[in-house]
């Protein structure tokens, strides 16, 4: 197996493998869709929609995993085809957008076109670290802050001319940009070391942040990049790999390295906007109007920093509490500390699950219907876990299927 992942409504699981790629039902399991026409590194679905994109993993220039394919299964047909300069490393959709994730480019499409709208340049992204929000209105999407190296144009500036309130971008920061308005609209101050993973709420209000660490989860609100929750994976280091949040906004799943897969409970402050948790009252208001976009730097990243050279405002973006201004474009907004939610001891996990084998990659899914935990396996297994939503604790096993055919293995890819 190369690729497996859910759609956006955790209803359907695509895969790729050495041969093609297949579709399978979650509840009730079942394949409901197989191709056999080269191998497929990325597989991504659109919902439940017959659009697919596909991404190939061969040297063939059928399946370069330069060749970006949008297909329609239920006509059987090919929509379009884009070859890029490089390897794709990931496909993101959203009923209005279609993002390309290269090592040091993001690429926006209008879907419904095939338009392309915009290109973010990026620092070198070798793990495809971005996340796009499930929701075309907002649409957001996440990545994390370039970190100009000390030749580079986007350097700050001399120690003597730079405001000592105002430190240089940092690893775990992540900016949020809006697809609908191609600029970025704010910056999330998520961890001291390089981010590892990020995922958007289906609603687009959410973002959750992890770093190399892999200790704390931590998740904002967007667009104003207030830290509602923070939680701890556990004491020991892990990779992750993935962090999903239910559709309802309230529970949110977590993966990693480990047989542990953690499932932690949000009060639901955050995500309806029914007022501010603990976390986000400490910090002050957003500065951007969520709606109109109107503190947004239009171009994006790179427009942001030409703004700033021409304005001769400091370089460095301010992180403590930073909010980018409606009223001057490029500039910083308030320099305020947020010290009081560091001191704050992460929450634990409400529930857990433990895999029936260690040292897999897993991605995990919570159902949008039922108290249910889904997880799929590098090694091709579908695994479906009950929650107890009253007393947590840990979660009991329900179904195992297998996502591959007999006759196809189960390996991870490298």
């Not at 305020?336 to 929450?347: A, G, I, K, Q, R």
């Not at 090694?379 to 604790?393: A, K, P, Q, R, V």
């Amino acid at each position: 197996m190369l690729f497996a992942n859910f759609n956006q409504d955790f209803t359907c699981i695509s895969v790729g493998t050495k041969k093609g790629y297949s579709i399978t039902n979650c509840d009730p399991f079942g394949r409901v869709y197989t191709k056999n026409d080269g191998a497929r590194g990325i597989v991504e679905m659109l919902f439940c929609t017959s659009l697919i994109a596909l991404v190939g993993a061969a040297d063939q220039p059928s399946s370069s995993p330069r060749k970006l394919q949008i297909v329609n299964t239920k006509r059987q047909s090919m929509i379009c085809e884009l070859l890029f300069p490089s390897s794709i490393l990931a496909v993101k959709l959203n009923r209005k957008t279609l993002v390309i994730v290269l090592e040091t480019e993001i690429y926006i499409y209008d879907i419904s076109n095939m338009k392309l709208l915009h290109v973010i340049e990026t620092a070198k992204n070798p793990d495809a670290i971005v996340a796009l929000s499930p929701s075309s209105d907002p649409s957001y999407l996440a990545y994390p802050h370039p970190i100009p190296s000390p030749t580079s144009p986007l350097s700050a500036p001399p120690p003597s001319t730079r405001s000592p309130s105002s430190p240089p971008p940092q690893p775990g920061d992540a900016l949020i940009f809006d697809t609908r308005t191609l600029s970025v609209v704010n910056v999330v101050q998520a961890h001291k070391t390089p981010i590892a993973l990020l995922s958007i709420n289906s609603t687009g209000t959410m973002l959750a942040t992890c770093s190399t660490k892999g200790t704390v989860i931590r998740v904002f609100s967007l667009p104003g990049a207030e830290k509602l929750y923070q939680f701890r994976r556990g004491m020991q280091g892990a990779r992750i790999h993935s962090i999903t949040f239910n559709t309802m906004g309230s529970l949110m799943a977590v993966s990693s390295a480990t047989d542990t897969v953690h499932i932690f409970k949000l009060s639901g402050k955050g995500a309806n906007g029914n007022g501010p948790s603990k976390a986000s009252q400490s910090s002050p208001a957003p500065s951007v109007d969520s709606q109109s976009g109107g503190g947004a730097l239009e171009g994006g990243y790179e427009a942001f920093i030409d703004g700033k050279k021409k304005s001769g405002v400091s370089q460095s973006i301010k992180r403590r509490s930073m909010h980018l201004t409606r009223n001057i474009a490029g500039s910083v907004g308030g320099y305020l500390p947020n010290t009081l939610t560091e001191l704050w001891e992460p929450s634990r996990d409400f529930a857990y699950l433990k895999l029936p084998t260690s040292g897999v990659r897993c991605m995990v899914a919570l159902s949008g219907t039922m108290p249910q935990v889904m997880v799929i396996s590098s090694e091709g297994y579908f695994y479906s876990y009950n929650i107890d939503l009253e007393n947590g604790g840990e979660c009991s096993l329900m179904k195992q299927y297998s996502l591959l055919d007999s006759n196809e293995d189960g390996t991870s890819p490298e």
